[in-house]
Each structure stands twice: as C-alpha cells, then as structure tokens.
C-alpha cells in the first residue's frame, strides 16, 4: 500500500491593496509563521493553525495607513484558495467538521462542509462594535472570503460572551478543530452522494 501523499499548496496574491504569500500543509503538526502587520491577525491564525494541525506560512504587506480590511479580506481570500488546491479531488476525506470551543465566558460554535458550495452564515450578535482596534466587521469579511475561496458552507455562531477577543478566539479555535475533522481522510472515494463535490 503507497504511503498516503501529503497535501499542500502554495498561493500568491498580489493587488494594488496587498502582496500575500501563503503556504499550507494539510497534514501537518501546528507549526505557523504568520507576519501581516495586525498583530491580533497573527494571533487567530496562529490559533486556526495549531488546532487544525495545519503548517502554514503567511506573509501580508497591505494598505493598513487604511485599515485592517483589505488585509483581512485577501487573507481570507487567499488562504480559501490554499485550502481549495490542498483539498484536490477531496478524495476520502470526511467533508464535515464541527466544534464548539470556549474561551473563558465566551463559547462559540462552528460547522463546516467542504461541499464545493460556498456559503456562509455568521452570527455575531455578542461581538462588540470594536475589536482590538479594528470594527467587527473585518472579521465577517475575512470569513465569508475564506467560505468563497475555498468553496465551503461556513456556518459560525457566537453562542454568548462578553470580552470581544475571547469572542474571535474561541471562533477561530472551533474553526480549527472543525476543519482538522473535515479534511481527515476516514473513507476510500469521493465523499458526495452526487459522485462529486
């Protein structure tokens, strides 16, 4: 029996707003090196990486003399992208992946299916109108951007909280662990009903 090959993908983006450079291992042990400027950014990827069992390499050189968007959103974009390539034909894997994550006060719930359908729904009633500078909005469009790009339904929900990073940190941490689950090779074949996904 052949080992089974390690997924990966190395992605660039380069807009008149950002230059990024992302590299993704798929089987990976945690390891991230994340350099976007943001700081808090860094952090939640960091996060994403670790509990995913992902590696990942991330460079950002963006417009924050603006803000945090551009950034966040072509993040986002790119790491779909990364994820997409990495994925291949899906063959095997489980497709569906779900947790729920706490972080002190804050719990929140996230389902992903990697159906080849991109969707997201995203309730962030908790959040407060800021986040460690930035308005919470950012973080929707780094999320529905990565749902995009990586053609998935992402569905996140801020159960409860208060603290606005607990809040993104325990989403980023149930991502994670939603999507180490969903790209876990358990089966032989395509994982679709249809033949395809």
């Not at 993908?9 to 990024?20: D, P, V, Y």
């Not at 291992?25 to 069992?53: P, V, Y």
């Not at 803000?67 to 899906?90: F, I, N, Q, R, V």
């Amino acid at each position: 029996m052949e080992p089974l090959k390690i997924r990966k993908a190395s992605c660039m983006r380069q807009t008149m707003e950002t230059n990024i450079t992302l590299d993704l291992i798929l089987d990976g042990s945690g390891q991230a090196r994340i350099h976007s400027g943001i700081g808090f950014a860094d952090h939640m990827l960091h996060l994403l990486t670790f509990w995913a069992d992902f590696d990942m390499s991330l460079t950002c050189v963006g417009d924050l003399q603006v803000d945090a968007h551009h950034s966040l959103e072509d993040m986002g974009l790119t790491l779909g992208k990364a994820l997409a390539d990495a994925l291949g034909d899906k063959d095997g894997v489980h497709r569906v992946g779900w947790a729920l994550a706490p972080m002190d006060e804050a719990l929140v719930e996230v389902v992903v299916d990697l159906s080849g359908r991109p969707y997201l729904v995203y309730n962030d009633h908790p959040l407060p109108e800021m986040i460690a500078g930035e308005e919470r909005d950012v973080w929707r469009e780094f999320f529905k951007s990565l749902a995009q790009e990586a053609r998935m339904n992402l569905h996140i929900h801020y159960r409860y909280g208060r603290n606005g990073h607990h809040l993104i940190e325990a989403a980023f941490k149930a991502l994670g662990l939603a999507l180490r689950q969903a790209v876990a090779r358990i089966r032989l074949g395509t994982p679709s009903t249809k033949g395809c996904c």
